[in-house]
């Protein structure tokens, strides 16, 4: 109710009443109706703040609401990415299994591979061992190095001083290697020629170490396959001259283990290099 409609009600009360008033309670009237009016003032007053109040609280509330909004949206795109996330981390997961398995596979072929080329490499040694015992004393050495099998002839076993021909007793040592080679048509083989270090004398069409290894070389690869009916795809014919020494100290008895023809006996890897690409 407004101020001015309660001040009329207590005028027209005031007016209708027969009842002449004593200054007394004139006065007592006037003092309710200033307390009246105080209080109505004050009412008013603390109306306004609460109105003040709620409409700072609907603000409030306005903005919770709209933060409230765009946690949700955002709590929303997290969940969608997470369930992508998790999508996508299940198919590679489950991508890597496969990959894994198969890289596993291959790596048991290879690994079966190997052993079988170690298990021939080994048994090849050992039949040659037992073809070329008579001529170990002679200098002849058979032992494996990374996975080969390499057969070491001394010069002094195949060939005279400075010579190119391979004497008797060196064809007969050539002749059980080849024996024993016929019968692994797998195996690779190729032929190193190896000098010492001391200068070739005038010996015609040898003009330094570097001809004398590869001459030497082919000498062998010719006895094996002209005279030996080894497969000329299976041999190749290197010299490496005196730049790959096995005794490296100066002496007589260095320089003769250095003069040498090595045969490398490798098994073809097809297989594994089909496996491995």
């Given amino acids: 109710m407004k ?16 009842v002449v008033l004593s200054k ?11 307390s009246l009016s105080k209080g109505w003032d004050a009412e008013q007053i603390m109306t306004a703040s609460l109105n003040e109040q709620i409409k700072s609280l609907q603000r409030d509330t306005s903005d919770l609401k709209a933060k409230i909004a765009d946690y949700q949206s955002q709590l929303e795109g997290l969940n969608t990415n997470y369930a992508t996330l998790r999508n996508n981390t299940s198919s ?6 496969g990959d894994l398995q198969k890289r596993e596979a291959r790596l048991k072929e290879v690994e079966e591979i190997l052993k079988k080329r170690d298990e ?4 090849l040694k050992e039949k040659l061992q037992k073809a070329l015992l008579g001529f170990q004393q002679n200098g002849l050495t058979v032992e494996i190095k990374n996975g ?31 024996k024993v080679l016929n ?9 190193e020629g190896h000098t010492d270090n001391q200068k070739v004398g005038n010996l015609g069409q040898i003009k330094d170490n570097w001809d004398l290894s590869v001459l030497r070389a082919t000498s ?16 190749t014919a290197t010299g490496k001259g005196q730049y790959q020494p096995i005794g490296l100290a100066n002496t007589p008895e260095d320089r003769s283990r250095n003069r040498r023809i090595e045969i490398v006996l490798s098994p073809k ?4 290099y089909n496996l491995i690409k």
């Fill in 120 to 123: 021939a490499t080994n048994a």
């Fill in 3 to 18: 101020k001015s409609a309660l001040i009329a009600i207590i005028t027209l009360l005031f007016l209708s009443s027969c």
């Fill in 183 to 191: 019968t692994q048509p797998e195996i690779n083989i190729a032929v």
């Fill in 92 to 97: 590679e997961i489950t991508k890597l299994s």
């Fill in 220 to 235: 062998v690869v010719r006895y094996l396959t002209d005279l030996q009916s080894i497969s000329p795809e299976r041999l």
């Fill in 148 to 178: 080969k099998v390499y057969v070491s002839l001394t010069d002094k076993l195949l060939f005279s001083t400075g010579s190119i021909i391979i004497d008797d007793k060196g064809k007969q040592a050539l002749q059980e290697l080849a």
């Fill in 269 to 272: 890897l097809d297989e594994l």
């Fill in 24 to 34: 007394k309670k004139y006065e007592k009237l006037i003092a309710q109706k200033d």
